[in-house]
């Protein structure tokens, strides 16, 4: 069969390019470990209370004044719903929901992150000034939304 010489060169790059992309996406999945359960930054939401570290969800301290706060969010609270710092304390939140997306703001900081299902998201903010925070779901959720919060105590 007779085929134009420029065809023939468009064939072969359109197969180099096809060949191109099943290797990048081969090389993501398997080399480079992307497929999607491997990846830490998400869990399986029905499986949150029995997923390190948010089966014993809380604080744990990282650094001199350092801490993670791995919490859970769910239909109609955060856990725990009371976490206490010593004044200064840097603390990183890393949080995921159990149901639905709900939001985590602490007012009077740049905390705000909306929380989905199936993924944890990470904030972080160092208490300078002693006293209560709240921490509130700013995206509703349900009957129950606008009783959704924790408190952040920062004492002496
Ligand atoms: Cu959770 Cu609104």
């Not at 069969?1 to 191109?20: C, D, F, H, N, Q």
């Not at 206490?84 to 705000?112: Q, R």
Request: glycine content about 10%.
């Amino acid at each position: 069969m007779y085929m134009p010489r420029s065809e023939k060169v468009w064939i072969t790059i359109g197969g180099v390019v096809l060949a191109a992309f099943f290797a990048t996406v081969a090389i993501d999945a398997f080399v480079m470990g992307a497929t999607p359960p491997s990846d830490p930054k998400m869990i399986d939401p029905a499986k949150v209370s029995t997923t390190p570290p948010f089966d014993k969800p809380g604080l744990v301290q990282v650094g001199p004044k350092e801490y993670d706060a791995n919490m859970t969010a769910f239909t109609f609270g955060f856990g725990p719903n009371v976490l206490n710092v010593p004044v200064g304390a840097k603390v990183n939140f890393h949080v995921t929901s159990k149901d639905v997306v709900h939001g985590f703001e602490i007012p009077g900081t740049d905390v705000n992150m909306m929380i989905d299902p199936g993924f944890v998201n990470s904030a972080s903010h160092t208490f300078d000034k002693p006293g209560k925070y709240l921490i509130l779901c700013n995206e509703y959720c349900g009957a129950g939304h606008q009783l959704m919060m924790a408190t952040i105590i920062v004492g002496g």
